[in-house]
């Protein structure tokens, strides 16, 4: 039986070397089906990079012209690709041998699943750490209770006549594309289980620092916008404190002491063990400074 063709969605701004090294370990896959690979140029010049083509492989490059930013970008590749089965790959990571037959073979034996992704391996530029999920099936209250670190979107393989109609393309109107991968998780996940093969196929590169270091209003502008677009958080106490001792960490991040403190206390009424919470506080009363918080995360692999 003939393997499925596979397009691979990756999009990219400004990081050619980066983007050329993660092009190449979609093409190195040891799959015997057709792949095509899609770069998405967002805001940068449409520069293929120089690999390696080797039979069943084809390369093509789209620009970005819907909104600009991740969510565009991918929706850009999505609507380009050819092929059913859609993976996505970010530009600064890989996909680790083993990694597409793996789980192609996982959505041919699981055809209820509209995605499956895979565990992760963390590179920070010292030392890499595994990151496994811990289930082989994420339902939607698991995911509102944790966004599961360890399913990154890098490993994401989903069913494109999924994203056209019951699951929707990627969200757009997120400010800065921020947490795109866990809404889309979120509503894939209402329509049923996400599949997870749980081993470590993607590498991501992270630098112990997060993307919105510095940037902490957007960052809070994005989880408020989440909490109000999945009321389901307020089905659980639980759920809807940890949502805001995130608000809370980020916006007291931005010297919004008042906002910060607010939302720490809204969010303690809810749990009284989000620790977010506690840092936000201390944050809020100049006792801590962020840097000083994700610096000490960094050092256990984790980030804020």
């Known amino acids: 039986m003939s393997l499925p063709p596979v397009t691979a969605v990756v999009p990219t701004h400004e990081r050619p070397e980066l983007m050329r090294r993660a092009v190449q370990s979609i093409l190195d896959q040891e799959y015997a089906g ?11 010049e449409p520069v293929l990079p120089a690999v390696d083509l080797r039979a069943r492989r084809a390369l093509r490059g789209v620009v970005n012209e819907r909104s600009r930013g991740l969510a565009g970008a991918r ?12 993976a996505f790959l970010d ?7 083993g990694k597409l037959a793996t789980q192609v073979g996982a ?6 699943a509209a995605l499956v992704g895979t565990a992760m391996v963390v590179d920070d530029g ?33 069913r ?3 994203l056209l109609d019951e699951i929707g393309l990627i969200d757009e109107e997120l ?7 866990y809404d889309i998780l979120l509503r894939t996940s209402e329509l049923g289980a996400v599949h997870v093969v749980d081993r470590p196929f993607v590498r991501v590169t992270w630098q112990g620092q997060s993307y919105f270091f510095g940037r902490w209003n957007d960052y809070a502008d994005a989880l408020e916008y989440l909490l109000a677009k999945h009321p389901a958080f307020g089905r659980s106490d639980r759920a809807i404190a940890r949502i805001e001792s995130q608000i809370a960490f980020a916006r007291a991040s931005a010297a919004r002491q008042r906002d910060g403190a607010r939302w720490a206390r809204r969010s303690l009424r809810h749990s009284p063990t989000q620790v977010k919470s506690y840092l936000a506080l201390l944050i809020a009363a100049r006792l801590v400074t962020p840097r000083q918080v994700t610096r000490v995360a960094a050092r256990f692999g984790k980030g804020i």
């Open 126 to 158: 010292t030392r890499e750490h595994e990151r496994l999920v811990g289930s082989d099936w994420v339902t939607h209250d698991m995911l509102l209770h944790d966004r599961l670190a360890g399913l990154h979107s890098s490993s994401f393989l989903f």
């Open 160 to 162: 494109r006549s999924a």
């Open 91 to 97: 530009d600064d990571d890989v996909w680790l041998p």
């Open 75 to 86: 929706n850009t590749g999505i609507l380009a690709a050819r092929h059913e089965l859609v």
């Open 34 to 44: 057709d792949v095509e690979v899609v770069v998405v140029f967002d805001a940068c």
């Open 107 to 112: 959505i041919r034996s699981n055809p209820e």
């Open 175 to 181: 400010p800065r594309s921020y947490g795109e991968d």
